[in-house]
């Protein structure tokens, strides 16, 4: 898990976004409203939208906040790994965040972290 994750302005321009997600390595941010997380933006969230509206006049008016998904799949600081890993499966999502009792996002948990746990256990296993 990714702890105190970046986070990002819902009306951050779209380009601006993918900057900053590709500067950083980064696929998922957490979008917010002033102090009021508002959902998760992935980069590919951002691209397929950038693509689609390549056309438009108001192409580079696009919002982070216009395209990311509202409906964040969060969870608490003590949520068991297994709960997780099977709410992200069901969901078909590459993120969690991981939220405070105020809904403020503490960290995020990706699929990529699910794939070092995994490792972990089977080398475990292995040995």
């Known amino acids: 898990m990714i702890r105190d994750p970046l986070t ?10 993918l900057e900053m997600m590709m500067q950083r390595n980064l ?7 002033g102090e009021e997380l ?12 950038e693509v689609a509206h390549v056309d438009l ?3 580079s008016s696009l919002k982070v ?3 990311c998904a509202l409906d964040a799949y969060c969870v608490s600081p003590d949520t068991p790994l297994p709960e997780v890993l099977r709410g992200m499966a069901e969901r078909h999502i590459g993120s969690a965040l991981v939220c405070g ?7 995020i948990f990706t699929s990529t972290d699910a794939c070092r ?4 256990v089977l080398e ?3 040995g």
């Not at 508002?38 to 939208?49: E, T």
């Not at 009792?101 to 960290?107: A, V």
């Not at 746990?117 to 972990?120: C, K, P, R, S, T």
Request: charged share 25%; aromatic share 0%; net charge negative.
């Open 124 to 126: 475990g296993a292995a």
């Open 65 to 67: 906040g216009d395209v």
């Open 38 to 49: 508002l959902g998760v933006a992935s980069d590919r969230d951002i691209l397929l939208a």
């Open 117 to 120: 746990e995994l490792a972990q």
């Open 8 to 17: 990002i302005a819902a009306d951050t321009r779209l380009g601006e976004a």
């Open 27 to 33: 696929r998922h941010l957490p979008v917010m409203n």
């Open 57 to 59: 006049s108001d192409h």
């Open 101 to 107: 009792e105020d809904g403020s996002p503490l960290g």
